[in-house]
């Protein structure tokens, strides 16, 4: 485990050590259009070609049936399936406040302004399958998506090498009340949603993480207008840990975040060597007994510690990073987070493991990722809804701004514009 120690780094460092490791995107987005031309071009038939050649599985049927579904619910154990319905339920909880009702607003006399949430009608729902089967990302998209009132929501995850799609992904599938699910996988998912195949309907919005090349096919789908929830690049987290922090806790969130995959990245800024000596070691042990070792030790290699003299530098440092999930293992806790302005979900104190919110809490987990917390938020269910604004104006409330808009028009040299304000009031005028 090689994880980088760096102590009082220069603000002109801070740049360079806080860049995500980078890869290579130019050959990849090559194979991905690649992949989505051949999925726009033959539907179906490229589906199947694909899932031969990427998963080494063949796939007769895209569509998973009832009779799959009913026998992944009875293989699993009821206490898996209690706790599923707990996230379920506290999911539903936090995100049912983000409804709001329509206010309509008289901005002036005769001027009525209000704002409408409409649904996004068809929404697609990536859920990677791999080394790690994300079911728990099913419940984060799904929920929202129910409670914002999408009228088709669709699933693709990849099958397995004996053609199957995992227990706990169908049983929290069906759960949440999405009947269409398919078994493809990779850029090629993303395309069959894009452009809809024979059996996979077309979508107009995509959510979901996935590898390099799902995430590369998202950015793609976009250039022919499908929307996609956010970029998303690999996974991560940044702990900010003082003297107060207990140092088993914070190792214990560096390796779940370092356990995603090589690619993911762990931070840890601290005031105190003592206290990034202690982590260290205790990741060091508890690195050994975990089932995904290689996965996490890949990862340590691309993450650092960092030792700063003070905490407005751990904030500063903190707020340049960005992090997807940031973990406030300090003293006044409360008071440095009121602070953070870039940050996907953050996790206040010692006992707020970033685990409660990839699972249960009642937050959502799909967040933004490389940085892109300085511009983006998390999925929610604003993020299933479009807002449609309207304005109604009587012929008094016409009056009243007519005369400032055709100024504005004329101004703008647009006379067709003021013309159009000009006949109404013209016509109000010569009726009264």
């Known amino acids: 485990m090689n994880m980088q120690i760096i102590k009082h780094p220069k603000k002109s460092e801070w740049n360079r050590l806080l860049k995500r490791p980078a890869m290579d995107s130019t050959s990849l987005e090559a194979s991905v259009a690649n992949i989505l031309h051949e999925v ?8 199947k070609r694909f899932a031969t050649i990427f998963d080494k599985v063949s796939v007769t049927e895209l569509q998973v049936t009832k009779e799959e579904i009913a026998v992944a619910e009875a293989s699993l154990s009821k206490e898996l399936k209690e706790a599923i319905a707990l996230a379920k339920q506290n999911i539903e ?6 409804v709001t009702a329509v206010e309509k607003i008289e901005t002036m006399p005769g001027v009525l302004c209000w704002r409408k949430t409409v649904a996004i009608e068809k929404v697609g729902l990536y859920i990677p399958g791999g080394t790690a089967p994300l ?7 799904s929920v929202p998506a129910k409670i914002a009132g999408c009228k088709e929501i669709v699933l693709c995850t990849p099958p397995s090498k004996d053609g199957k799609i ?3 992904i169908l ?25 809809g195949t024979q059996t996979v309907p077309q979508v107009y919005k995509i959510f979901g993480p996935g590898n390099q090349y799902v995430t590369a096919a998202k950015q793609l789908v976009q250039k022919d207008g499908v929307a996609i929830d956010m970029p998303a690049g690999p996974s991560e987290v940044c702990v900010m840990a003082d003297d107060t922090a207990n140092p088993a806790f914070v190792a214990s969130d560096l390796l779940s975040q370092a356990e995603h995959g090589v690619d993911s990245q762990v931070l840890l800024v601290s005031t105190s060597e003592q206290m990034i000596d ?3 070691k205790e990741t060091a042990a508890q690195l050994e007994a975990l089932p995904r070792k290689e996965f996490a030790a890949k990862a340590l290699e691309n993450s650092k510690a960092i030792l700063l003299p003070t905490v407005a530098e751990m904030i500063e440092l903190v707020n340049e990073y960005a992090a997807e999930h940031l973990i406030i293992s300090c003293n006044d806790e409360e008071a440095i987070a009121e602070q953070i302005i870039n940050a996907g979900s953050i996790f206040l104190g010692n006992y707020s493991p970033e685990s409660v919110g990839d699972y249960a809490s009642g937050t959502n987990h799909t967040l933004p990722t490389n940085g892109y917390a300085k511009a983006y938020s998390g999925v929610s269910v604003d993020s299933f809804v479009k807002k449609i604004t309207f304005q109604k104006l009587s012929k008094e409330g016409l009056q009243h701004i007519g005369k400032d808009v055709e100024l504005m028009a004329e101004a703008e040299g647009l006379q067709a514009h003021a013309e159009a304000v000009r006949k109404r009031t013209q016509d109000i ?3 009264s």
């Open 429 to 431: 005028e010569d009726r």
């Open 166 to 168: 995992n227990a706990a």
């Open 278 to 280: 202690a982590v260290l």
């Open 93 to 98: 909880t936090f995100h049912r406040k983000q």
């Open 171 to 195: 049983y929290t599938a069906q759960l949440a009340g999405i009947t269409k699910i398919f078994k493809v996988g990779g850029a090629q998912a993303i395309g069959a949603m894009a452009y």
């Open 40 to 47: 726009k071009a033959s539907g179906d038939e490229a589906l």
């Open 135 to 141: 079911f728990s990302t099913i419940l984060m998209l």
